[in-house]
């Protein structure tokens, strides 16, 4: 099984495709090019898995292709169980957790990625109360935390960019990621409904789409690599 090469650039940013649901399209999304895939353990969301999915998913990706879990305020137990079971290689997480939800989970070995908004808490503002491997940054309009496809104002993660490791996330998709990257200039992209025909099912020529905008884009600064 091997990833297309045609879309890859040094000065690109990564790329992590979130909320897989369907095995066979994990893979594909690895196939194209992802650098990342996230899996959301959130029930009230409309993407989440089970764990005999997301092992299953897991199971069949290429060499080289990162697992993220998402979490949003789950108990540090229950997400270090469920990190061990599906051999995650990053715990993202994405609700209201202090810094010492980071630090603990990090002090297990697993890597953090912790969400940060611009619409609620915690704010872009709190950024140096959170240790971790990288901040994602979002809006955080909707109901639902995440793949809520809202656009916001990115060009405010660009002082924190340029001191931090960012995944930049919230309404990318294929015609703007290229915008958002030269606003930004972030050192990983986060997509979710930007590329899907339904929430949960990734449209195969939409990842395309938008992994050869990444490609082509022309970022602020030379990005850092986080999944690695």
């Known amino acids: 099984m091997e990833r297309e090469m045609m879309f890859d650039s040094p000065g690109a940013p990564q790329v992590k495709v979130c909320g897989l649901t369907v095995v066979e399209e994990a893979v594909a999304c690895a196939q194209l090019g992802a650098d990342a895939i996230g899996l959301v353990f959130y029930p009230p969301s409309p993407r989440f898995v089970t764990v005999a999915v997301a092992k299953e998913i897991g199971e069949n990706l290429p060499k080289g292709v990162f697992k993220v879990g998402l979490f949003v305020d789950e108990p540090f137990l229950e997400i270090v169980k469920i990190a061990e079971l599906c051999r995650l290689d990053f715990v993202q997480l994405h609700?209201?957790?202090?810094?010492?939800?980071?630090?603990?989970?990090?002090?297990?070995?697993?890597?953090?990625?912790?969400?940060l908004f611009a619409k609620r808490k915690p704010f872009l503002a709190d950024a140096d109360d959170y240790r971790g491997c990288a901040l994602l940054v979002e809006g955080g309009g909707g109901g639902q935390p995440g793949g809520v496809g809202l656009s916001w104002e990115w060009s405010a993660a660009r002082d924190l960019a340029g001191r931090r490791h960012c995944i930049l996330a919230g309404g990318l998709n294929p015609e703007n990621v290229g915008e958002a990257i030269c606003q930004?200039?972030?050192?990983?992209?986060?997509?979710?409904?930007?590329?899907?025909?339904?929430?949960?099912?990734k449209d195969k020529n939409k990842v395309r789409a938008f992994i050869e905008a990444v490609r082509n884009a022309k970022p602020r600064s030379a990005p850092g690599r986080i999944f690695k």
């Not at 609700?95 to 969400?115: L, R």
């Not at 930004?184 to 099912?201: I, M």
């Open 95 to 115: 609700g209201c957790e202090p810094p010492a939800m980071v630090e603990a989970i990090e002090s297990t070995g697993i890597p953090v990625i912790k969400a």
């Open 184 to 201: 930004v200039g972030p050192d990983a992209v986060d997509v979710s409904s930007g590329v899907e025909s339904a929430p949960g099912r």
